[in-house]
């Protein structure tokens, strides 16, 4: 027996449809200062959401140096400093940047190396960025939730050449991702 369902049913569900898949994964990052004692001022925020084109990072930042600064995901859920070498090394808990596949390589946010590779921000005069940035290659960011996102001091070249990691600096600024 066949049996049919009214059309305006049939509409509700495809809009209840359209509106749950309208409903991306988000997961979002506090970030402070990185110092040598730990965490330290709160320096701003940056949320991820899934898209069809890779993940969109939304930044709203203040109170850094200006200028082209590294971002990227480390594989740790902490911002702690820790000692290393016999110096203190601040957020040296992140652990390394997000490398699931174990390339060992820095590529970019565009190419095939580390996952935690995210396109480099441009912190203006006033210390504020407020941009969103897409992540291509990250398709799901609750696989984000429990490392931390990673501010470095100075540039990202997206190379392991002429220095590796793209030549960034210190460790300025990091947050859990949650």
């Given at each position: 027996m066949t049996r049919l369902v009214p059309l305006a049913l049939c509409a509700s569900l495809a809009l209840g449809a359209g509106v749950q898949s309208a409903r991306a994964a988000q997961v979002r990052a506090d970030l402070f200062l990185a110092t040598d004692s730990g965490p330290g001022a709160?320096?701003?925020?940056?949320?991820?959401?899934?898209?069809?084109?890779?993940?969109?990072?939304?930044?709203?930042?203040?109170?850094?140096?200006?200028?082209?600064h590294g971002l990227h995901v480390h594989a740790n859920g902490s911002c702690a400093a820790i000692m290393k070498d016999g110096k203190m090394m601040a957020a040296g808990a992140a652990g390394a940047h997000l490398d699931p596949d174990m390339t060992g390589k820095h590529e970019g946010p565009m190419g095939m190396g580390h996952l935690?590779?995210?396109?480099?921000?441009?912190?203006?005069?006033?210390?504020?960025?407020?941009?969103?940035?897409?992540?291509?290659?990250?398709?799901?960011?609750?696989?984000?939730?429990?490392?931390s996102l990673m501010i470095h001091a100075g540039g990202d070249n997206y190379s392991d050449q002429p220095a590796p990691l793209g030549g960034g600096g210190a460790r300025l600024a990091c947050g859990l991702i949650k």
């Open positions: 709160l320096v701003g925020s940056a949320v991820f959401r899934d898209t069809a084109d890779g993940a969109r990072i939304a930044l709203d930042l203040k109170g850094l140096p200006p200028g082209q935690g590779d995210l396109p480099a921000i441009t912190v203006g005069s006033s210390g504020t960025d407020h941009e969103a940035l897409t992540a291509p290659r990250i398709k799901d960011v609750t696989q984000l939730a429990g490392r």
